[in-house]
Nanobody, 120 residues
């Protein structure tokens, strides 16, 4: 089993920045892909970004590309999401997730989420 705990959410004004963190525990995540998803009120959960074990491959949704940066620290089993130039439409609960391949997130491990609210 893997436990994921997110932190770093909060209230920020449009144009501001936040850095989310997600610490994993419970088992080795060697080779696993780590990612961030979000769910806004009344909408389905959507992919935000992912990063592979070596950090050589990162993927972003079009809506955050150029504004968000995903990184990971394998020694401390932590994945980060640096969010810049935030917009009100970025308001959502942000979830950390871990998956073996990055292609089957529904069967992976998920955190409880952290709220991000961007005021206009």
């Amino acid at each position: 089993q893997v436990q994921l705990v997110e932190s770093g959410g909060g209230l920020v004004q449009t144009g501001g920045s936040l850095r989310l963190s997600c610490v994993a525990s419970g088992r080795s995540l060697s080779g696993y892909v780590m990612g961030w998803f979000r769910q806004a009120p009344g909408k389905e959960r959507e992919f935000v970004a992912s990063i592979n074990w070596s950090s050589r491959r990162t993927y972003y949704s079009d809506s955050v590309k150029g504004r968000f940066i995903i990184t990971r620290d394998n020694v401390n089993a932590t994945v980060y999401l640096q969010m810049n130039s935030l917009k009100p439409e970025d308001t959502a609960i942000y979830y950390c997730a871990v998956d073996k391949s990055g292609n089957n997130w529904s069967n992976g491990y998920w955190g409880q989420g952290t709220q991000v609210t961007v005021s206009s």
